[in-house]
């Protein structure tokens, strides 16, 4: 098993015998160690606002080691919007690693599972809280595995929960699975950078004495994107239409 390390590192896939460079940093949390955090979060780019809503969409995932998450910091801007701050320390370091962890801010554990969204044709994330990790768990587990990655199954996600419910869930069903790799579909974004900050221990220190962060010159709402060397699928071609319909329930 893997543990976060703050360097870049080379990782060989067993399934593909391809390898690939993943940069891992503090604050990123593997599947099997975000009980080691505290806390839980809410909705993202990718949403169902109401009960009974629904969409088609694709993980974008091959399989459970592709599931990263975050510790991050919540925190209130200037402008009274709520953001996400990269922690800088792994839950087993000193609080001074992080001076946010050192002043006692919360901490909280985010997913943000990037989708195909069928019906809209675009690649959206998804905000989920630490218990929807397990979740994500156990889907890549029954529908993944050395000869097909979770990315070539299509599922329907139905709302269950009126909007502003604590207590709504989202039922996940398996519709279609076909040839489909990561390879055909759009590049994922990386939340890092973009929908949580990535700021340096001096910037955090210079958060707390003022309330907001030193100019970066960098638009902070812009997602950057995690790059893949090839893409069979031609953007010529126009989108499948699928017409919506009910398969077997994962959840």
Known sequence: MTNIMIHVTIEESKDTNKNYRKEVTMGRVRYDEVDKYGGQGGAGFFSLKDDG??????????????????????????????????CLREYRQPLDTCPFCRERKATQVKLFVPIYNVDED?????????????????????YSNSDTPLCAHEFDVERRGKKGDTSTTYEIFEVEKDNTTLEDLPDVPNPLGGLVLDKSAEDMDFFLETGYFPPDGEDEDEQPVRRRESRDRDRDEAPRRRTPGRGRDVY
């Open 122 to 142: 675009k690649v959206q994330l998804w905000e989920r809280g630490k218990k929807f990790v397990q979740k994500m768990v156990s889907i890549c587990s029954r």
């Open 53 to 86: 809503d629904t969409a088609r969409i694709r993980f974008l995932y091959n399989g459970v080691d592709d599931i990263e998450a975050f510790a991050v910091h919540p925190i209130e801007g200037e402008d009274g919007r709520k953001r996400y701050v990269n």
